[in-house]
C-alpha cells in the first residue's frame, strides 16, 4: 500500500444523526462527492462493530467511484478491516506513535489540535495532517467549556506548522457564509501559511442539496487556493468583476455613472441602524434617488431579502442581533451586498463579542468605520475608543492599516475621518472631500454608511444589467464594490462641500438640513469638479 496523496479542500466528516428527514446517508454522500468533496472521514460515535465496519465498507465503495480516499474517526479495527487510507484520532485516543506501529508506514493519520502546545506535539510524533479547532461554536459536538478559536487562533497554529509539511483542515462552525473570512484571516502573519481545506459536517449532511452545498464550498475554497498561488487582488475570491479603469479620472467616471444607476434604478437598500439616525438614514437615501426600508425582525428580514439591493447593518445601539444575525446570512444566500459599520466596537466587551457572532455568521463586502472602530478590527494600538469617537494620533499610515485589513477580511474597507481611506486589499486610495460641520450633526458616519450601502447596490444592479460581458457568472456578490464605496464616500462629502457654502447655512444645524437638500440636488458632473482622490497604491 502506498500513502494516499489527498487533497484537503472540502473534507467531509459523516453525521447520519443530521441527516434531513428520509434523506438517505449514501444517496447523499453520493451527491456531496459529486458536488466536490474530496476526503471523507467515516464517524459513528454510537455504532457497534458490525454495524460501523459495514457502514464504512459500504461507504469506501461509493467514494471509490469518485477515487475519493476514506479515513476513519478512531478506530483502528475498523480501518484495518476496510482497508481504508487512514485514520483520524482526537487528543485522548490512541497515541500517534503507537497508531503508526499498528496502521504501518503508509497510512495517512489525522489528529484534531486546539492548542499550540498540541501542534508541537503533533509535528514532533509525526502527523500527517491536523484538524483545528473548533473555530466557532458548532453543534456536532459539545465545545461548550472549549474556547472557540476563531481564524485569528487557527493562524497562531498554522503559523507553528508552517515548513513542517503537515497538511491543514479548520472545523467548527464553517459554512458558506464565513467560509471567505476564515480562509484569509487565518493565514499566519510570519510564515504566510494557510489552510489546505476545510472540515465539515453539518453544512453538507444537513442539506437537502448536498450537492449544491459541496459545490459552493469547493468553488470558494479553490478560488482561495488561486488567489494564494498569484497573489492578486484578494476580492477575486468572490469572483468580483473589477474592469474598471484604475486612474482617479476613470475612477471618477465609474462614480458619476453610479449616481446615475442609482437615479435610474432607485435600488431598494435594507437598512438595521441604530435607533439615533433612522430618519436622518432613511432621508439620505431618499434624497440620492434610493429607497430605503427599516426592519429588523428576523421573520421579516429574512422575507424581505430577495427584494432587497444592498443590506447595511449598523450595531450603534445593538438590539436587533438576532435580526442582523438572520439578514447577514439571507444577504449572503441571495447575493447582496453587505455593509457592515461596527459602531464603537473597541467601546465595550459587549460590542466586541457581537461583532466576533455576527461575522462569524456571515460575510461582509464592505466594513466602514472611524480610526477607532477600524483599529479595533486591525488590533492595533494606535487609536482608540470613547464611546462612538476615536482618541489618540491617529495611525501612521492609514493606507497600509485598510490595505491588510482588507487582504485579512476579504472585503472593501473604509477608514473615515479628516480624510477617507479605502481599499480591496490591491488599491489603496485617498479621498480629501468633506466639511467639519460634518464632525458636529449626530450620525455623520452612520449616513456615510447608509450611501456606500446605496451604491453597492447600484453597483450591483449596474453588473447585472451588463452581465453578458463578464465570464464569470457564479459570484456571491456582483458589481465593484471598491466603486461604490468611493462613490458613497464621495457624494457625502462633496454635497458637505456645497452646502455648508450656502449662504442660508449658519451652523450644524441649518447645515443638516442643506446637506439632504444637496444631496437631492448633486449633479455628477459637481461630483466630477470637486472630487479630491489620490491613488496610494
Not at 168 to 181: D, K
Not at 295 to 303: E, G, L, Q, Y
Not at 418 to 446: F, P, Q, W
Not at 481 to 496: C, F
Request: with cysteine; hydrophobic share 40%; net charge negative.
Amino acid at each position: 500500500m502506498v500513502k494516499v496523496d489527498i487533497d484537503y479542500s472540502v473534507y467531509l466528516v459523516t453525521g447520519r444523526e443530521f441527516l434531513p428527514p428520509g434523506k438517505d446517508y449514501y444517496e447523499s454522500l453520493e451527491e456531496s462527492l459529486q458536488g466536490g468533496v474530496t476526503l471523507v472521514q467515516v464517524r459513528e460515535k454510537d455504532a457497534d462493530t458490525g454495524e460501523f465496519i459495514e457502514v464504512a465498507r459500504r461507504t469506501k465503495d461509493v467514494c471509490d467511484r469518485y477515487n475519493v480516499p476514506v479515513l476513519i474517526n478512531d478506530r483502528i479495527d475498523v480501518h484495518l478491516a476496510v482497508g481504508t487510507a487512514g485514520i483520524h484520532i482526537g487528543q485522548t485516543d490512541c497515541p500517534i506513535p503507537l497508531a503508526r506501529q499498528l496502521v504501518g508506514p503508509d497510512a495517512i493519520i489525522g489528529i484534531s489540535i486546539g492548542k499550540v502546545e498540541e501542534a508541537h506535539k503533533a509535528i514532533d510524533q509525526g502527523a500527517d495532517y491536523v484538524g483545528i479547532g473548533a473555530v466557532w461554536p458548532t453543534g456536532s459536538k459539545d465545545v461548550r467549556n472549549k474556547k472557540m478559536l476563531g481564524p485569528e487562533g487557527v493562524g497562531e497554529i498554522l503559523d507553528i506548522l508552517g515548513g513542517t509539511g503537515i497538511k491543514s483542515v479548520a472545523i467548527g462552525g464553517i459554512h458558506l457564509p464565513n467560509l471567505a473570512q476564515l480562509l484569509h484571516a487565518s493565514i499566519s502573519p510570519i510564515s504566510a501559511n494557510h489552510l489546505d481545506g476545510i472540515a465539515i459536517i453539518s453544512d453538507i449532511v444537513a442539506s437537502e442539496t448536498p450537492k449544491e452545498a459541496a459545490r459552493a464550498l469547493r468553488d470558494l475554497v479553490g478560488s482561495f487556493k488561486r488567489v494564494r498561488k498569484t497573489l492578486p487582488d484578494p476580492m477575486a475570491i468572490f469572483g468580483i468583476p473589477t474592469k474598471r479603469d484604475l486612474t482617479v479620472d476613470g475612477l471618477v467616471t465609474g462614480v458619476m455613472e453610479l449616481i446615475r444607476v442609482v437615479k435610474r434604478e432607485t435600488p431598494l437598500v435594507h437598512q438595521m441602524t441604530n435607533t439615533v439616525v433612522v430618519n436622518d438614514s432613511a432621508n439620505v437615501t431618499l434624497a440620492i434617488g434610493a429607497s430605503p426600508i427599516m426592519s429588523t425582525h428576523p421573520r421579516d428580514v429574512a422575507d424581505l431579502s430577495p427584494a432587497i439591493g444592498a443590506l447595511l447593518i449598523n450595531f450603534g445601539t445593538i438590539s436587533d442581533k438576532e435580526g442582523m444575525l438572520v439578514a447577514g446570512r439571507q444577504a449572503n444566500v441571495n447575493r447582496k451586498p453587505i455593509v457592515f459599520d461596527p459602531v464603537a466596537i473597541g467601546a465595550t466587551s459587549y460590542r466586541r463579542e457581537t461583532s466576533v457572532d455576527l461575522l462569524s455568521h456571515w460575510q461582509p463586502t464592505i466594513i466602514k468605520g472611524n480610526a477607532a472602530e477600524i483599529g479595533a478590527m486591525a488590533k492595533s494600538t494606535e487609536v482608540a475608543s470613547r464611546g462612538v469617537d476615536s482618541v489618540g494620533s491617529g495611525f501612521s499610515d492609514p493606507g497600509a492599516v485598510v490595505k491588510a485589513l482588507a487582504r485579512k477580511r476579504a472585503c472593501i474597507i473604509v477608514l473615515t475621518g479628516e480624510s477617507d481611506y479605502i481599499s480591496d486589499g490591491s488599491v489603496v486610495l485617498k479621498a480629501s472631500n468633506g466639511h467639519s460641520y460634518l464632525g458636529s450633526i449626530t450620525g455623520s458616519g452612520c449616513m456615510t454608511g447608509t450611501l456606500i450601502g446605496c451604491f453597492a447596490a447600484a453597483a450591483r444592479l449596474d453588473y447585472l444589467s451588463k452581465k453578458e460581458a463578464y465570464e464569470d457568472l457564479s459570484q456571491l456578490v456582483q458589481g465593484d464594490m471598491l466603486l461604490a464605496a468611493l462613490s458613497g464616500i464621495l457624494v457625502y462629502n462633496v454635497a458637505a462641500e456645497v452646502a455648508a457654502e450656502r449662504p442660508d447655512v449658519k451652523g450644524p444645524g441649518t447645515f443638516r438640513a442643506a446637506l439632504i437638500d444637496e444631496l437631492y440636488n448633486l449633479t455628477p458632473e459637481t461630483v466630477k469638479e470637486r472630487a479630491k482622490i489620490t491613488m496610494l497604491s
